[in-house]
């Protein structure tokens, strides 16, 4: 056996890639590894054998295709975040990486490490794979002990770069006494912390909102719903903006059920007719987006009231259902849920698409461009002060390209972003492939480290560092900028595991929205520090 995987490397890359997605399946109280398990397998494997090796170019690969299918999805959200906070989240995150990384230099020299040794730690301690992979990718041309350092670093680093971070969250929240309740009341407001959608039949018995349209309506009242039908008699029509309501009337709504509650509130009680089963004129259908042509428009400048006499009340994009408003962009692969007359529905599915296999499908024209294009702009070498050089290699190039295409979703008839289901399979298969070969490589530094007493410093400081600088940043954040603490939580959760964690503190959805605005750009400063210690230590 130890001969046949020394001499099929794909046969012991897709081992190693098998045994390691296994192993970080499994759960102990609620936290496991993920995809990162794969580093360890790839370690151990790495340890048993140092002839094990596999080609250069599966780890380039596997990188490329993790950040470029990362920068696609992210694009929107990040850019997206400036315009809700300003620059408070971008300065946020400045300041938490900054003492991240003035703490990496302060333990560097605290402890004698050579300069990959501290870069690895940095990158254990905030779990970031991507900043490992562009050091990585830096310091290929050095010497071969550089990258051992550099990932026994982060090997040793990263558990705490985990569990250190839960704990510090933790004792924040009793120290800082968090009213989730209060802040969940607040944030509602701004944000869709409701993702349980129900539809909800109401009568209309307020005199007072009598000849009011709808447009006035949604505009003065803070609960978001989407009023799809109204029944007026035996009359059944759909709502648009302009529409007036009268006594006696029932509508359908669609929205999360505290909104519901509000709205059935503001208009009347709720009917005992249950029009969700009426479906005599109209119909109620869902249908995947699957025409290229769409992607990239809002649903109001799709003019469906007025062209097919339809209208889009919800949206589920991957895990997550949204209700579909006029400013919603589609994307490929969106499954769209509408209601129209049937003598529409053949129509509007041919105009959506409404094909599984095209929404799933990738574009290899554009993804090859964008990806040919990011490659091109990290080959760029930036001049630093010093005389310093630093590149965006690898990882950053297709990372930043990545983003900005995302944003722009299509460029005439090229649509860059990809469907979701394609995204998350090239982004997974990417990070498995990377951190096969990654451990692989490094197996027998590691080894080495486990027998001196280096390993009990190296997992001392990792310890350090992530508790320290994760305690700091809780406390600017929350103290200094004024961020939610339940947003706070998904800011500070680096790994899907703390993001569960925190998810299950807050009781609520709001660190998930807070990873979301959080990760893009977290993601790409982790990249620029990592490389900025690696050339100025």
Request: proline fraction near 3%; charge should be neutral.
């Amino acid at each position: 056996m130890n001969q046949l995987l020394s001499e099929n490397p794909l046969l012991l890359l897709f081992i190693v890639a098998a045994l390691g997605y296994l192993i970080g399946t499994i759960k102990v109280k609620g936290a496991s590894l993920g995809v990162a398990a794969v580093l360890f397998v790839g370690l151990g494997f790495g340890m048993i054998n140092p002839e094990y090796n596999v080609p250069e170019i599966i780890f380039q690969l596997g990188l490329v295709f993790f950040v470029y299918s990362i920068g696609l999805s992210s694009g929107p959200v990040f850019f997206e975040s400036f315009k809700k906070n300003g620059y408070r989240d971008l300065a946020f995150v400045l300041v938490m990486l900054t003492i991240t990384a003035s703490s990496a230099v302060l333990i560097h020299y605290l402890f004698g490490f050579d300069k990959a040794m501290t870069v690895g730690l940095y990158s254990g301690s905030t779990t970031n794979t991507t900043a490992l992979a562009a050091v990585t990718d830096l310091i290929k041309s050095n010497t071969k002990s550089q990258l051992e350092s550099l990932v026994v670093g982060y090997t040793f680093s990263y558990p705490m770069g985990v569990i250190g971070v839960m704990i510090v969250l933790k004792i924040s929240e009793k120290v800082l006494k968090i009213d989730y309740a209060a802040e969940m009341k607040v944030l509602r407001k701004s944000y869709p912390l409701d993702t349980e959608l129900s539809s909800r039949s109401i009568l209309v018995t307020n005199q007072d909102i009598l000849h009011i349209t709808v447009r006035d309506i949604m505009r003065s009242n803070d609960w978001n719903v989407i009023i799809s039908r109204v029944k007026t008699g035996e009359d059944m029509r759909l709502v648009n903006w302009d529409t007036t309501f009268h006594i006696g009337d029932a509508m359908m709504m669609v929205g999360s059920k505290e909104d519901l509650d509000k709205a059935q509130m503001y208009f009347g009680e709720e009917a005992n007719d249950a029009m969700y089963t009426e479906r005599k004129e109209y119909d109620i259908q869902q249908i995947f987006v699957s025409n290229t042509a769409l992607v990239g428009q809002t649903i109001a400048s799709l003019n469906l009231n007025a062209k097919h006499d339809a209208i889009i009340t919800r949206i589920r994009r991957g895990d997550v259902e949204m209700l579909a408003q006029q400013d919603t962009v589609l994307e490929l692969g969106d499954r769209i849920r509408f209601i129209a007359k049937r003598k529409d529905l053949k129509e509007l599915s041919k105009l959506f698409g409404d094909s599984y296999f095209e929404s799933s499908t990738v574009n290899l024209f554009s993804f090859g461009l964008g990806m040919a294009l990011g490659l091109l702009l990290g080959f760029i070498s930036i001049s630093l002060p010093g005389g310093l050089e630093f590149k965006l290699g690898l990882a950053g190039g297709p990372l930043v390209m990545g983003l900005f295409l995302g944003s722009l979703r299509r460029t005439g008839p090229i649509v860059w972003t990809l469907p979701y289901s394609a995204n998350v399979t090239l982004r997974q298969l990417g990070l498995i492939l990377l951190l096969s070969v990654v451990g692989l490589q490094s197996g027998n530094s590691f080894l080495d480290a486990l027998n001196k007493v280096d390993g009990l410093y190296i997992f001392l400081a990792g310890t350090m560092l992530s508790m320290f600088s994760a305690f700091v940043a809780v406390m600017i954040g929350y103290k200094l900028f004024k961020i939610p603490f339940s947003m706070l939580l998904g800011f500070m959760s680096n790994q899907p595991a703390i993001l569960e964690f925190a998810t299950d503190m807050a009781k609520n959805r709001a660190p998930v929205i807070g990873y979301a605005l959080m990760f893009p750009i977290a993601l790409i400063m982790k990249i620029l520090f990592a490389q900025i210690l690696y050339l100025v230590l």
